[in-house]
C-alpha cells in the first residue's frame, strides 16, 4: 500500500518534471525557429555590395577602412578593372568594372543577384513587379529605370532556400544615401534589407532559362539598361567568361 | 499532467518541421519519371549555358570531378574527360548527356550517387561566390566535420 502511494508520487513527480521540460523545450525550439520565414512566393531579401578604393581612400593604395569593409565583403574594386580579395590578392576583371560572380559573369548593380543554387541555375530570372518602373541610381552617377527582373548571377554559403536572395548594389554599401536597396532608400526599397520583412512588395516570381517569358525578360532588362547609357549593355554583351577571381 | 506532455511533444515536433522549412537537406529526386524537367531543380547538372559561362578553373574541376563520378551511372559508363570535353563545345552533346543523367536520376534508387553529381556542381559555383564574410562563415560551419 505505501509503496503504491509512493511509486504513484514517484510517476506524478516523473510526469511533472517531463512537463516542464517539454514546454522548456518549446520555448527553445520557437526561439530556433528561426527568424522569421517569409511564404514562398515572398523574398527574403539583403544586398551586398563590392566596395571600391575611391570612396574610402584618398589614394589608390588600399587604405585600412577599404581593407576592413574588403575583409567584411569579400572584395573590392581598384582602378584599372582590378579586384582585392579578402586574402589580400589582386586579379585583373577584364572588361569588367565591377566583381565576377559564380556564374562567370560580370555583376550588374541592382539587376545581379546570389540565389541558392540548389534551387536556382545561373541565368535564372526572378520577377519582382512592385521594383518594375521604379528610378534606380546607380553607383556611376546614372539613372535608369527598373526592368521589375532580376538575374541570378551569384550564390552564397549563407544564400540559401528557393526565396532566399541577395541583390548586387554596385559599390553602394548599406547605409549609401543613393541606395535604392539600402537602409536610407525609399520606403518601397529599403525593405530589400531586411530578410525578415514580409511585406507583399517583395513577392516574385522564377522566370526559367527555357520558358516563354525569359526572352522578352531578357529583353527588357537589356533595354532597360541600355536606356542609362552607362556603359552597363556593353557589359551585358561582353558577358563572356572573363579571368578574374574573387 | 498526461495530456499536457503529449501536447508539449507534439508541439515541439510541430516547431521543428517549421524550422526546417526553407532549409531543404538532400535533393530528392523526382518521384514522376513520366515527365523530366531540367530547367526546374533538382539540377543534377549545370545546363550547357551555364556551363558556358563558368570560367575555365571551374570548368576544369568540374569536368575532371564528374568523370569519376559518372562511373556509377550504367548509360555513361566509359565516358572518358574528353568525351565530355567534346560535349562541352555542343549543346546538342550536352543536353544528351544531362538528359540521361537526369533518367538515371529520375530513380529514386540512385539517390546518393545523383547527389553527388549535383554536389560537383555546386563545388564548381562556389569556387567563385559571393565571399562576404556571413557566406564564408555559413561555408565554414557546413563543411566542418560533424560531431558524433
Same mark, same amino acid.
Not at chain 1, 512592385?130 to 518602373?133: C, E, P, T, V
Not at chain 1, 549609401?176 to 536597396?181: I, K, R, S, V, Y
Not at chain 1, 525593405?191 to 517583395?202: A, E, L, N, V, Y
Given at each position: 500500500m505505501i509503496q503504491k502511494s509512493r511509486l504513484k508520487r514517484t510517476i506524478q513527480s516523473c510526469s511533472k518534471i517531463a512537463g516542464q521540460l517539454a514546454v522548456f523545450g518549446s520555448f527553445i525550439m520557437i526561439s530556433q525557429a528561426g527568424a522569421k520565414v517569409c511564404p514562398k512566393n515572398i523574398a527574403m531579401s539583403s544586398i551586398y555590395f563590392a566596395p571600391h578604393i575611391k570612396d574610402y581612400c584618398p589614394t589608390h593604395t588600399p587604405c585600412a577602412s577599404f581593407k576592413k569593409v574588403v575583409k567584411m565583403q569579400g572584395s573590392g574594386t581598384l582602378p584599372g578593372n582590378k579586384v582585392l580579395t579578402y586574402q589580400g590578392k589582386v586579379i585583373s576583371l577584364g572588361s569588367c568594372d565591377t566583381v565576377i560572380g559564380a556564374a562567370g559573369k560580370c555583376l550588374l548593380p541592382f539587376i545581379s543577384i546570389a540565389a541558392d543554387a540548389r534551387h536556382f541555375s545561373m541565368g535564372d530570372i526572378i520577377s519582382m513587379p512592385?521594383?518594375? /518602373?521604379k528610378t534606380i541610381q546607380l553607383p556611376n552617377g546614372k539613372k535608369f529605370i527598373h526592368p521589375g527582373f532580376f538575374v541570378v548571377h551569384d550564390t552564397g @554559403?549563407?544564400?540559401? /532556400?528557393?526565396n532566399r536572395f541577395d541583390f548586387f548594389t554596385g559599390s553602394?554599401?548599406?547605409?549609401?544615401?543613393?541606395?535604392?536597396? /539600402?537602409?536610407? @532608400?525609399?520606403d518601397e526599397t529599403k525593405?530589400?534589407?531586411?530578410?525578415?520583412?514580409?511585406?507583399?512588395?517583395?513577392r516574385f516570381t522564377v522566370i526559367r532559362?527555357?520558358?516563354?517569358?525569359y526572352g522578352s525578360a531578357t529583353e527588357a532588362i537589356e533595354k532597360a539598361l541600355s536606356e542609362d547609357s552607362s556603359g552597363q549593355t556593353k557589359a551585358i554583351q561582353n558577358n563572356t567568361s572573363q579571368q578574374g577571381i574573387r | 499532467m498526461k495530456v499536457f506532455v503529449v501536447l508539449s511533444i507534439f508541439a515541439q515536433v510541430f516547431l521543428v518541421s517549421l524550422a526546417s522549412t526553407g532549409n531543404e537537406g538532400a535533393i530528392k529526386p523526382s518521384r514522376d519519371h513520366s515527365v523530366i524537367n531540367? *530547367? *526546374? %531543380? %533538382?539540377?543534377?547538372l549545370s545546363s550547357f549555358e551555364e556551363f558556358s559561362d563558368l570560367r575555365e578553373s571551374q570548368k576544369e574541376f568540374y569536368l575532371k570531378k564528374l568523370d569519376t563520378a559518372l562511373d556509377k551511372v550504367p548509360a555513361l559508363k566509359g565516358t572518358t574527360i574528353e568525351d565530355l570535353a567534346t560535349a562541352t563545345k555542343s549543346a546538342e552533346k550536352w543536353g544528351a548527356l544531362r538528359l540521361k543523367i537526369y533518367e538515371f536520376c529520375a *530513380?529514386?534508387?540512385?539517390s546518393k550517387v545523383c547527389e553527388n553529381i549535383s554536389e560537383i556542381r555546386l563545388q564548381a559555383l562556389d569556387m567563385f561566390a559571393n565571399q562576404k564574410e556571413e557566406n564564408r562563415k555559413a561555408a565554414e560551419k557546413s563543411s566542418a566535420p560533424k560531431r558524433k
Open positions: 512592385s521594383i518594375k /518602373g @554559403g549563407a544564400i540559401k /532556400g528557393a553602394y554599401n548599406l547605409a549609401d544615401e543613393a541606395n535604392a536597396f /539600402g537602409t536610407k @532608400g525609399p525593405i530589400m534589407t531586411d530578410k525578415s520583412d514580409c511585406s507583399q512588395t517583395k532559362r527555357n520558358s516563354k517569358l | 531540367m *530547367e *526546374e %531543380p %533538382p539540377f543534377w *530513380e529514386k534508387a540512385q
